[in-house]
T-cell receptor, first 118, second 113 residues
Framework: AQKITQTQPGMFVQEKEAVTLDCTYDTSDQSYGLFWYKQPSSGEMIFLIYQGSYDEQNATEGRYSLNFQKARKSANLVISASQLGDSAMYFCAMREPISSGSARQLTFGSGTQLTVLP | AAGVIQSPRHLIKEKRETATLKCYPIPRHDTVYWYQQGPGQDPQFLISFYEKMQSDKGSIPDRFSAQQFSDYHSELNMSSLELGDSALYFC????????????FGPGTRLTVT
């Protein structure tokens, strides 16, 4: 079963507008972490924002915020005031704990290609 | 701040050759993860190490092996390379016990011809 689902293969947004990238997840763990990464055409994987399953408030990092709805198992990324440099692939990912004390690897969604239009 | 270092950044090999990718985690990070990202795909987990022991294993082919050394750097060894091994290989590191803060290196782009 798909653990992370990103239903928008591509999105367009006008410069200076806000955009929401969707992400839903599936886990039976109570404790987990949710991440968003940005991957520009150059290929590096840039960490944007993190949300812990027990965090009561939605995470924010500058222009990025995470709309976390635990009951619906969704973790949408909101980018405010889009900039041309925001054009990139965006991946939602989840990390679950394992009993040994170390954390599992990240499981990624299929990504959303965001294009910011001038 | 120090980041994850990967070398080489680009590598071109022929079919059936071998390749070794290196990863130097962030200082004091004790866990290393390797991911493979094929063209147009999301990163897929290969293998991870915690305190120099293999921690978890994903979709790593038998032709690949990896290890973590005493200084915590890790190497991914790939033998009998195939065209389908052409991909971006990421290494990431983190601290034990936490669910957050997994930092990625810049990746090694492997091209098999």
């Amino acid at each position: 079963a798909q653990k992370i689902t990103q239903t928008q293969p591509g999105m367009f947004v006008q410069e200076k507008e806000a955009v929401t990238l969707d992400c839903t997840y599936d886990t039976s763990d109570q404790s987990y972490g949710l991440f968003w990464y940005k991957q520009p055409s150059s290929g590096e994987m840039i960490f944007l924002i993190y949300q812990g399953s027990y965090d009561e408030q939605n995470a924010t990092e500058g222009r990025y915020s995470l709309n976390f709805q635990k009951a619906r198992k969704s973790a949408n990324l909101v980018i405010s005031a889009s900039q041309l440099g925001d054009s990139a692939m965006y991946f939602c990912a989840m990390r679950e704990p394992i009993s040994s004390g170390s954390a599992r690897q990240l499981t990624f969604g299929s990504g959303t290609q965001l294009t910011v239009l001038p | 701040a120090a980041g994850v270092i990967q070398s080489p950044r680009h590598l071109i090999k022929e079919k059936r050759e071998t390749a070794t990718l290196k990863c130097y985690p962030i200082p004091r990070h004790d866990t290393v993860y390797w991911y493979q990202q094929g063209p147009g795909q999301d990163p897929q987990f290969l293998i991870s190490f915690y305190e120099k022991m293999q921690s978890d294993k994903g979709s790593i082919p038998d032709r690949f092996s990896a290890q973590q050394f005493s200084d915590y750097h890790s190497e991914l060894n790939m033998s009998s390379l195939e065209l389908g091994d052409s991909a971006l290989y990421f290494c990431a590191s983190s601290l034990q016990g936490g669910l957050r803060e997994q930092y990625f290196g810049p990746g090694t782009r492997l091209t098999v011809t």
